[in-house]
């Protein structure tokens, strides 16, 4: 009897996460992972700040390449692999060999599912032209960095105000381009609340980047294969290049061919401990459902947190242990512009549409002692459960040292604790780091007024 296989599609965060873990829990496990692209294991969330020109080199943002795995960790990762079907009854994939063009089969005795997510790209008129970006890989972000590099392109929409679309409107803005951004919604940001997300556009009008809120993508006007303007239901906007910001949805077409059970916006159902609705094939990251601890109710968060955790969970789990991924609260942070923005929990829009009744304070603080060098603007909103006063949500919008503090409360909301409890915290404090009343806390006793 040979040594049990495992076989990993996806060689990015989840993947390979997996893939480690089961290799230091079993040192004689036969790994396979292939991997479509050709990079494995790097940072997406750098791209914005390689293609702005912050980071110089693409390396940089990988952490392990193929070589590494090979060499160091024994696991055969295979770039420029497709896996093109799963076939669960004989325990085998089919794979393609992408610059060769041959296929062959690998079989598996264990199998997991990393595809991670695609970024969203609307069957609009002239959505297949030249020039037009979505955002999600290693390579896509070095093909948008070479475009700006060897194009030099004047004019650029945006299409999106999620964190995407308001990096990238960011990064190239610094690389000199007259940046528009089209948002269906009242104001970017639809992960926080409209008063918080005010803040966000009013940082995006200072730095140069035009508006249009309120405006739905409806096509893209075309010259010679490349895209030359953004209509949308008000207007037509010129432009040499465009970035789509719709948000990503879950790479779940090998697993839903294969017959696995999908849940909301297809991603993959599993469990706890990562395994789907089929015995010996397991997913992890950005394409499969997380539970929401406060929702009660599975979700679908791309997050590369999220995708670290569950892969190690996997691979825990591949490996003959026992572990479990308890679920996530929502919480995400950024930076665009000069505000560090974050949220986590639920929106008033998420108590609302639950009939949860609760009280909300919206409270503008310092970042440090006022009288300290660098003390800058923070402001935080907090809302709380009317009867008990349990923590429900929270968004922190600020200058530097800002968004960090969503850490307490993520944890203050994940614990249970009530608006009292977060009050009575013995949180830290000098001069360079916060005011003596942390904002949090001071959001905090804003509730407790209202209670």
């Not at 909103?381 to 960090?404: N, P, S, T």
Request: aromatic residues 6%; negative net charge.
């Amino acid at each position: 009897m040979g040594k049990e296989r495992l076989v990993v599609i996806g060689g990015d965060a989840a993947g390979m996460s997996a893939a480690s873990k089961v290799r230091r829990e079993d040192p004689e496990r036969e790994i396979i992972v292939f991997e479509r692209g050709p990079h494995t294991s790097y940072s997406a969330c750098g791209l914005p700040y390689y293609i702005a020109g912050m980071i110089k080199n693409s390396e940089d943002l990988v952490a392990r390449t193929p070589e590494k795995f090979k060499e160091k960790y024994n696991i055969d990762a295979r770039v420029g692999h497709e896996v093109l079907r799963i076939d669960q009854d004989a325990r085998r994939v089919r794979v393609l060999e992408r610059e060769s063009g041959r296929e062959f089969d690998e079989a598996y005795d264990q199998l997991l599912i990393a595809t991670g997510g695609v970024p969203i790209c609307p069957d609009l008129p002239g959505s297949g032209a030249q020039a037009i970006f979505g955002l999600s890989t290693l390579q896509s972000g070095i093909r948008v960095r070479q475009f700006v590099d060897q194009e030099s392109p004047r004019r650029a929409v945006v299409v999106g105000g999620g964190y995407i679309g308001l990096e990238m409107a960011e990064a190239l803005v610094r690389r000199g381009l007259e940046v528009s951004l089209v948002e269906r919604a009242e104001q970017v940001m639809a992960t926080l609340d409209p008063d918080m997300g005010a803040l966000v556009s009013d940082a995006l009008r200072e730095v140069g980047v035009t508006l249009y809120l309120e405006e739905s993508l409806t096509g893209f006007e075309v010259e010679d294969e490349r895209v030359k303007a953004v209509v949308t239901d008000k207007r037509t906007l010129p432009a040499d290049m465009v970035i789509l910001g719709l948000g990503v949805q879950p790479n779940s077409t090998l697993a839903e061919k294969a017959g696995l059970e999908l849940g909301g916006k297809k991603a993959i159902q599993v469990d706890s401990r990562m395994r789907t609705s089929r015995e010996g094939i397991w997913a992890a990251g950005d394409c499969v459902e997380s539970y929401h601890l406060l929702m009660q109710r599975p979700v679908h968060i791309a997050l590369g947190t999220v995708a670290n955790k569950q892969g190690t969970v996997a691979g825990v789990n591949l490996a003959g242990g026992d572990a479990t991924f308890p679920g996530v609260v929502g919480t995400a942070v950024s930076k665009i512009c000069k505000y560090e923005v974050a949220r986590t929990g639920l929106r008033e829009a998420d108590l609302k549409e639950m009939n949860l009744p609760y009280v909300e304070a919206v409270i503008k603080s310092r970042t440090r002692a006022g009288y300290y060098p660098g003390s800058g603007q923070i402001t935080v909103k907090l809302m709380a459960h009317k009867d008990d006063g349990r923590l429900l949500g929270g968004q922190i919008v600020g200058l530097e040292g800002a968004a960090k503090r969503i850490d307490v409360l993520a944890t203050a909301i994940t614990a249970g604790l009530t608006a009292q409890q977060l009050v009575d915290l013995d949180l830290s404090y000098a001069p360079p780091f916060s005011p003596v009343w942390d904002p949090v806390q001071t959001a905090a006793r804003q509730i407790l007024n209202k209670l």
